[in-house]
């Protein structure tokens, strides 16, 4: 059983930055596969990008360029780097470890874009 914690959410303004963070148990930390999801009020839970044992990240091609996922293998913790955030970047972000062939969710962590 691996322990997933999202942190780092909050009350952005629009054109701002915000930085998430990840932990997960155990101590094959560096074989996990990750990522971060969203979910929007009323829409279905998207992928935000992935990062693999490589740290080769991938990302839907609408959020290229403003997220940027890394992971620090030392301190078992991903992170999800969020900048010129938008009000439809609104939604709880979620992180998800994959080992094995199971997945692993936190509980989430909202993030609010708002003036």
């Known amino acids: 059983q691996v322990q997933v914690a999202e942190s780092g959410g909050g009350l952005v303004q629009p054109g701002g930055s915000l930085t998430l963070s990840c932990t997960a148990s155990g101590t094959d930390f560096r074989l996990y596969t990750m990522g971060w999801f969203r979910q929007a009020p009323g829409k279905q839970r998207e992928l935000v990008g992935e990062?693999?044992?490589?740290?080769?990240?991938d990302y839907p091609d609408s959020l290229k360029g403003r997220f940027t996922i890394s992971r620090d293998n030392n301190k078992n913790t991903m992170f999800l780097q969020m900048n010129s955030l938008k009000p439809e970047d609104t939604a709880v972000y979620y992180c998800?470890?994959?080992?094995?062939?199971?997945?692993?969710w936190g509980q989430g962590t909202q993030v609010t874009v708002s003036s």
């Open positions: 990062i693999y044992t490589s740290s080769h990240t």
């Open positions: 998800r470890v994959e080992f094995w062939g199971k997945q692993y």
